[in-house]
């Protein structure tokens, strides 16, 4: 389960620093991306055991 206070994005920044945040990202940490400022998404970084799990399906 993810732990630590998540960022909260406006999607126009989110999209536009789509690849930098994605990258930024460690094993199990997350932002949430926030429409007309109500929140929406929540993107969570895959751990290496996920990654794993997923690539066997």
């Known amino acids: 389960m ?3 206070k998540a960022r909260i994005l406006d999607i126009r920044f ?3 620093n789509l690849e930098e945040l994605v990258d930024a990202l ?3 940490e997350w ?3 926030a429409v007309n400022g ?3 998404v929540k993107a969570i970084a895959l751990t ?3 990654i794993e799990q ?3 399906t």
Do not use: N
């Open 2 to 4: 993810p732990r630590g």
């Open 14 to 16: 989110a999209q536009e």
């Open 26 to 28: 460690k094993p199990g």
């Open 31 to 33: 932002f949430i991306i």
């Open 38 to 40: 109500r929140t929406a």
């Open 48 to 50: 290496e055991e996920e």
């Open 54 to 56: 997923l690539s066997k």
